[in-house]
């Protein structure tokens, strides 16, 4: 079966260490998106891509973060300076808004800990 | 923009049927239904596209009612492996918003 890979799978990080995500979506996808998901917050949306633009980044934190898809099998997300309150599962997801029978394949996300 | 899910938790006993509930306030472009598992990442169960549509496969259904502002998720003879939390979805355009979550436990 087809799988969103995310990598690395944990991270544990300083504050004010740069931390780097990245995920490669699913072959033909042409929709990717970041979400990040804390037992406080929920699952909150951080940025979502369509033919690699960026179409809607509102709910990242403007001043540390950062998403880019590079190309169509990359997709980063970077953090700098990371800070405690950063620490979450993040979860990369791709799927292809065309084909409307399917929906969003996760990858296993990243566990970060910001200490 | 966030769906709201109803009830937030239920516990059942295996065997038993559950019903969860996903509204808005305003109609919805389409309602996608997710499960995710302690520790996993969320799984796609299926997605509803048009108002009055039902979708099913095995033991679990979700309806989507004509005026596009509810979904609804139908879990029969629930089984120890349907535990998990489930998430209502939906695509607004640019965005991808998860519900508000129904956590369910099923126990022996």
């Known amino acids: 079966d087809a799988r969103v890979t995310q990598t690395p799978r944990h991270k544990v990080t300083e504050m004010g260490q740069e931390v780097t995500m990245r995920c490669q979506p699913i072959?033909?996808?042409?929709?990717v998106f970041w979400y990040r998901q804390t037992m406080m917050q929920g699952l909150e949306l951080l940025a979502y891509f369509r033919n690699r633009a960026p179409l809607d980044d509102s709910g990242m934190p403007k001043d540390r973060f950062s998403a880019e898809m590079p190309d169509a099998t990359l997709a980063t997300l970077k953090i700098q300076p990371s800070e405690p309150r950063d620490s979450a599962v993040y979860f990369c997801?791709?799927?292809?808004?065309?084909w409307g029978a399917g929906g969003y394949t996760f990858g296993s996300g990243t566990r970060l800990t910001v200490v | 923009q966030q769906p709201v899910q109803s009830p937030q938790a239920v516990i059942l006993r295996e065997g038993e049927d559950a019903v969860i509930n996903c509204s808005s306030s305003k109609a919805l472009y389409s309602v996608h239904w997710y499960r995710q598992k302690h520790g996993e990442a969320p799984v796609f169960l299926m997605i509803?596209?048009?108002?009055?549509e039902q979708k099913g496969h095995d033991k679990i259904s979700a309806s989507f009612n004509e005026k596009k502002q509810q979904s609804s998720l139908y879990l029969t003879a629930s089984q120890l492996s349907y535990s998990g939390t489930y998430f209502c979805?939906?695509?607004?355009?640019?965005?991808?918003?998860f519900g508000t979550g129904t956590s369910l436990t099923v126990i022996p």
């Open positions: 509803l596209l048009k108002g009055g």
């Open positions: 979805g939906t695509e607004p355009g640019n965005q991808f918003y």
């Open positions: 072959l033909g996808h042409n929709t």
């Open positions: 997801a791709s799927g292809n808004l065309q």
